[in-house]
């Protein structure tokens, strides 16, 4: 029997209608209506929709959202300043600076410098440690999404045996903590695990994070599991994940595809952050 379907864009309409109602909630209660500034700097393609579609979401939602737009010739310590005029401005609640960033600037000294309290990617050391030792804050959007596309959907980790393929600071490392927090037994591969294979068939979940095209083939794959696919890999003029889906469906219980799988959360729990960073804000 093929495995079903973990359809991403219905999940994250439930996920978004969550974060929209509790948006409102928030606004009623404090008067105050979370906001987003996002800082694009230079003319990527890409970036410019990715921001877009942020921004369009924050509307959607009631989130008031801000898009800083900066010459792709600002130099490194101007970007610096404008994060500093935003971490002291109180009706600025999230910071996000969209990547890639021009080669002259220094990606990991931007990220440090926006507050901890504002990091909705959460990237900043200071969220990561706190995930680290159990302390859920400001979470990596993606990882995050993955782990509320398994709650929304009814399926618990708890007890079951996970395996994360990839160990990025992106999605690897924080996939791995907040599986543990949720008391799964998990074991992270990467490029020098031996048997390789037959380590990702003891997985009842199985997450691909390492950006190669259709690496997970279905003899990598426990009868029954659940595969989450969070690549995405342009192979020609179609987009394809870090699973070969047709051939893995046969044996996994659940899967998500790509496009349509991971992909449509992550914007739900950028805001989801947003809101999140707004009422650790207002606590402090």
């Given at each position: 029997?093929?495995a079903q379907?973990?359809?991403?864009k219905?999940?994250?309409e439930?996920?978004?209608?969550i974060v929209?109602r509790?948006?409102a909630?928030?606004?009623?209660a404090?008067?105050?209506?979370p906001?987003?500034?996002?800082?694009?700097v230079?003319?990527?393609?890409?970036?410019k929709?990715?921001?877009?579609?942020?921004?369009?979401a924050?509307?959607?939602?009631?989130i008031?959202s801000?898009?800083?737009?900066?010459?792709?010739?600002t130099?490194?310590e101007?970007?610096?300043?404008?994060?500093?005029?935003?971490n002291?401005?109180?009706r600025?609640?999230?910071?996000?600076?969209?990547?890639p960033?021009?080669?002259?600037?220094?990606s990991?000294?931007?990220l440090?410098?926006?507050?901890p309290l504002?990091?909705?990617d959460?990237?900043?050391?200071?969220?990561?440690?706190?995930?680290?030792?159990?302390k859920e804050?400001?979470?990596?959007?993606?990882?995050?999404g993955?782990i509320?596309?398994?709650?929304?959907?009814?399926?618990?980790?708890?007890?079951?045996?996970a395996?994360?393929?990839?160990?990025?600071n992106?999605?690897?490392?924080?996939?791995?903590?907040l599986?543990?927090?949720?008391n799964?037994t998990v074991t992270?591969?990467h490029?020098?695990t031996?048997?390789l294979a037959a380590v990702?068939?003891e997985?009842?979940i199985?997450?691909?994070?390492i950006g190669?095209?259709?690496?997970?083939t279905?003899?990598?794959?426990?009868?029954?599991?659940?595969?989450?696919?969070?690549?995405?890999?342009?192979?020609g003029d179609k987009?394809?994940?870090?699973v070969k889906f047709d051939?893995?469906?046969?044996?996994?219980?659940?899967?998500?595809?790509?496009?349509?799988?991971?992909?449509p959360l992550?914007?739900g729990?950028?805001?989801?952050n947003?809101?999140?960073a707004?009422?650790?804000?207002?606590e402090k």
């Amino acid at each position: 029997m093929a495995a079903q379907i973990l359809d991403g864009k219905k999940i994250a309409e439930q996920l978004t209608e969550i974060v929209k109602r509790d948006v409102a909630k928030f606004e009623a209660a404090r008067s105050i209506k979370p906001g987003l500034t996002v800082i694009i700097v230079g003319e990527n393609p890409a970036s410019k929709v990715y921001v877009n579609r942020k921004h369009k979401a924050c509307e959607e939602l009631g989130i008031a959202s801000e898009v800083v737009r900066l010459p792709e010739t600002t130099s490194e310590e101007q970007l610096l300043q404008e994060i500093d005029r935003l971490n002291s401005d109180n009706r600025v609640h999230g910071i996000l600076v969209q990547l890639p960033l021009p080669k002259h600037i220094n990606s990991e000294l931007v990220l440090e410098r926006i507050s901890p309290l504002k990091d909705v990617d959460g990237f900043h050391p200071v969220n990561v440690g706190n995930l680290t030792i159990g302390k859920e804050g400001l979470v990596p959007c993606t990882p995050y999404g993955v782990i509320k596309m398994l709650e929304i959907s009814g399926i618990s980790v708890e007890g079951k045996r996970a395996v994360v393929l990839g160990r990025s600071n992106i999605v690897g490392k924080p996939m791995t903590m907040l599986l543990m927090s949720r008391n799964a037994t998990v074991t992270v591969c990467h490029s020098r695990t031996k048997d390789l294979a037959a380590v990702c068939r003891e997985g009842d979940i199985l997450v691909a994070a390492i950006g190669k095209p259709e690496f997970v083939t279905k003899d990598m794959v426990k009868p029954g599991a659940i595969v989450i696919d969070v690549g995405i890999n342009r192979v020609g003029d179609k987009l394809v994940g870090d699973v070969k889906f047709d051939e893995v469906q046969e044996v996994a219980g659940y899967i998500t595809p790509v496009p349509g799988g991971v992909g449509p959360l992550t914007i739900g729990m950028l805001l989801h952050n947003t809101l999140k960073a707004a009422e650790l804000q207002l606590e402090k």
